[in-house]
């Protein structure tokens, strides 16, 4: 079955830490780029996070720097975003999204486009 499952979320005190997981299944790991969305009530998607499998580059959105890092265990085709330092306007459901082209994951950063592959999301919920 072709899927992507979150973990991790949950709630946390301003300047705590987590760790979000997406285990995939169903495709070829090695071949995508997989990252992470978030949206908050009220507000519009917002682009987190994305590694590419096929030759290990990463995006961080400018909100995210320095406080977020991802990473791919492709031996358990799982990639994780560690989130530190966490803030309460980083409060949102997270998605792990996954497309087959990396531009194509990137374009959705700036657009609506879907990619290929979603997860159900994950809550992160982070007080102040």
């Known amino acids: 079955e072709v899927q992507l499952v979150e973990s991790g979320g949950g709630l946390v005190q301003a300047g705590g830490s987590l760790r979000l997981s997406c285990a995939a299944s169903?495709?070829?790991?090695?071949?995508?780029?997989i990252g992470w969305f978030r949206q908050a009530p009220g507000k519009e998607r917002e682009g987190v996070s994305c590694?590419?499998?096929?030759?290990?580059?990463?995006y961080y959105a400018d909100s995210v720097k320095g406080r977020f890092t991802i990473s791919s265990d492709n031996a358990k085709n799982t990639v994780y975003l560690q989130m530190n330092s966490l803030k309460p306007e980083d409060t949102a459901v997270y998605y792990c999204?996954?497309?087959?082209?990396?531009?194509?994951?990137?374009?959705?950063?700036?657009?609506?486009?879907?990619?290929?592959?979603w997860g159900q999301g994950t809550l992160v919920t982070v007080s102040s």
């Open positions: 999204a996954a497309d087959s082209s990396a531009k194509r994951w990137l374009i959705a950063t700036m657009t609506k486009d879907y990619l290929e592959l």
């Open positions: 169903g495709f070829p790991f090695d071949d995508y780029a």
């Open positions: 590694i590419s499998n096929s030759d290990g580059s990463t």
